[in-house]
């Protein structure tokens, strides 16, 4: 048993998971996607389920806000519970007037201003990456569900409230798509134990014009981006 998702078996969690922040989203996705989901998790209320997806064992469990708490369930996950597959499925906000809220984009780097990576003690910069293993997947899904995605660079940020109104200006000018915070301590996680990740957002707010998702979208609208993940963690 691990410190934060204690109530689970070695058994109870499958070897591909989805990762969505807010643990609500989990429940809906559990509710609505997955056959007979059973909750193996309550723990702080970060609800975390499973199911079967087309057949296929498939886990849900909610992570949080931010590359602390990710950094948490997905170390737990991987060295606790052996899963292989983990799949973000979280929110950004666009820095580009073509990435249009609702637009779905995958984080092939995550660019970070965090100081996650001194734990690995690493004697330079390092650019944590997606699995090209779950990219191709991805992609696949999306021919298969014509689904489009925007795939490229992601910055991964420790603060959601900024004090200067233009400090994504400098990550939009080096081609970054676009704001979340967790998908670069996930992929740190992953290749240092040598498993797969990726990070797949919808938009929700826009940077350029302004426009934002309501929460209820937020938690229950951006059905796309799961119908992705969940095609990929079964193939």
């Known amino acids: 048993m691990s410190t934060h998702i204690n109530a689970a078996g070695k058994n109870d969690i499958a070897p591909s998971v989805l990762l969505p922040g807010d643990p609500l989203r989990a429940k809906f996705i559990a509710e609505n996607f997955l056959e007979n989901p059973k909750c193996y998790n309550e723990i702080r209320g970060m609800l975390g389920y499973t199911g079967t997806y087309k057949g296929v064992p498939v886990s849900v469990q909610g992570t949080g806000m931010g590359m602390p708490s990710m950094g948490i369930y997905s170390w737990e996950l991987i060295t606790e519970y052996g899963v292989r597959n983990l799949i973000r499925i979280g929110t950004a906000g666009s820095f580009h007037e073509h990435i249009k809220v609702k637009d779905i984009?995958?984080?092939?780097?995550?660019?970070?201003d965090s100081n996650y990576i001194?734990?690995?003690d690493?004697?330079?910069t390092?650019?944590?990456?997606?699995?090209?293993e779950l990219l191709t997947k991805i992609a696949a899904a999306s021919d298969m569900l014509d689904i489009p995605f925007k795939a490229g660079n992601i910055v991964s940020c420790d603060v959601f409230y900024e004090l200067s109104d233009d400090w994504w200006k400098k990550w939009a000018s080096m081609g970054i798509m676009a704001v979340e915070m967790e998908a670069a301590a996930?992929?740190?996680?992953?290749?240092?134990?040598n498993v797969n990740a990726l990070a797949l957002m919808t938009i929700s707010d826009h940077f350029v014009t302004g426009e934002k998702a309501t929460a209820q979208?937020?938690?229950t609208s951006?059905?796309?981006m799961m119908k992705l993940a969940l095609e990929a963690a079964v193939m």
């Open 105 to 112: 984009v995958v984080g092939m780097a995550a660019s970070t």
């Open 122 to 124: 690493v004697p330079g």
């Open 126 to 132: 390092y650019a944590p990456c997606a699995s090209y």
């Open 186 to 193: 996930l992929y740190m996680n992953a290749a240092y134990n």
């Open 217 to 219: 979208e937020r938690q």
């Open 118 to 120: 001194h734990a690995f």
């Open 222 to 224: 951006f059905t796309d």
